[in-house]
């Protein structure tokens, strides 16, 4: 996020949208209430675990794929 804009998720949460947020990409600043009913169900930190959670997953799925990628070289 740049420095003058926090996602809504930040706003919501009153604190700094850091460059690594994970939440920015799902919740842009101009839709608040996406991210306030996604929180008031799930909760902030069960929805930051969930997306670290996919971030790792994707990471090992495109290493797997370059690894196959190769050996069929």
Known sequence: MSKSTRCAACKSLRRRCSQD??????FQANNP???????????????TKLLEVREIVLYISIKHLI????QSF
């Open 21 to 26: 947020c994970v939440l920015a990409p799902y």
């Open 33 to 47: 209430e996406r991210f306030s009913c996604v929180h008031k169900i799930y909760g902030a930190s069960n929805v």
């Open 67 to 70: 690894y196959s990628s190769l």
